[in-house]
């Protein structure tokens, strides 16, 4: 077990729908990452908080949003849901450390109908 | 920008033999490369990297990988397989700057009896 929690594990929600997802980070971890991955597919970034400030991201619209709380915490947010969307959506936390590696939750599997 | 790829889709081996799962990669600059595994409705669990140093490096669950520079591939390796190594192995590179990782398509393992 990595220590990172996600919730919910999985979803259903219709097109033009809102979702949350949520993510405890391992103790001792500042940074929190999450990542799309679709069927058959390889993770792809979405975007990286550093101390609660986004610190990157990556080719996904706006409608993709997050947070990060002062106790590390995390959430992902994503408006105007699209067929596409439907992933397993993964959350990773990492120390401050640049060269370490990412500690992964099991995933919030999102189906949009 | 960095990417790796990986040629194979699947990896059929019987227990007790050999394994290799290939992962090529283009980076500009050192490359920090890591090697993931994915078990059925699991997230990512991290098996080794190579950051810089030796080229053979030694990771979890008696996995090894090569770095080998000229032929810009990060091949991960172990000598005996196990029923209980088929998963999806995913190669990543670590983009620049922060803690991104691009990762490759997944080369799925499987282990006959």
């Known amino acids: 077990e990595t220590g990172v929690t996600q919730s919910p594990t999985h979803l259903i929600k219709t097109r033009g729908q809102q979702v949350t997802l949520r993510c405890s980070s391992q103790s001792g971890h500042n940074t929190v990452s999450w990542y799309q991955q679709a069927l058959g597919q390889g993770p792809q970034f979405i975007f990286q908080y550093y101390r609660e400030e986004e610190n990157g991201r990556g080719n996904f619209p706006p409608r993709f949003s997050g947070l990060q709380f002062p106790n590390y915490s995390s959430e992902l947010n994503v408006n105007a849901l699209e067929l596409d969307d439907s992933a397993l959506y993964l959350c990773a936390s990492s120390r401050p450390t640049g060269t370490g590696e990412l500690f992964f939750g099991e995933g919030s599997r999102l189906t949009v109908l | 920008a960095q990417s790796v790829a990986q040629p194979e889709d699947q990896v059929n081996v019987a227990e007790g033999n050999p394994l290799t799962v290939k992962c090529t990669y283009s980076?500009?600059?050192?490359?920090?490369l890591f090697w993931y595994v994915q078990y059925p409705n699991r997230g990512l669990q991290f098996l080794l990297k190579y950051i810089t140093g030796d080229n053979l490096v030694k990771g979890s669950y008696g996995f090894e990988a090569e770095f080998n520079k000229s032929q810009t591939s990060f091949h991960l390796k172990k000598p005996s397989a196990l029923v209980s190594d088929s998963a999806l192995y995913f190669c990543?590179?670590?983009?620049?700057?922060?803690?991104?990782?691009?990762f490759g398509t997944g080369t799925r393992l499987l282990v006959s009896p």
């Open positions: 980076v500009s600059g050192n490359p920090y």
């Open positions: 990543a590179v670590q983009d620049t700057g922060f803690q991104k990782l691009v």
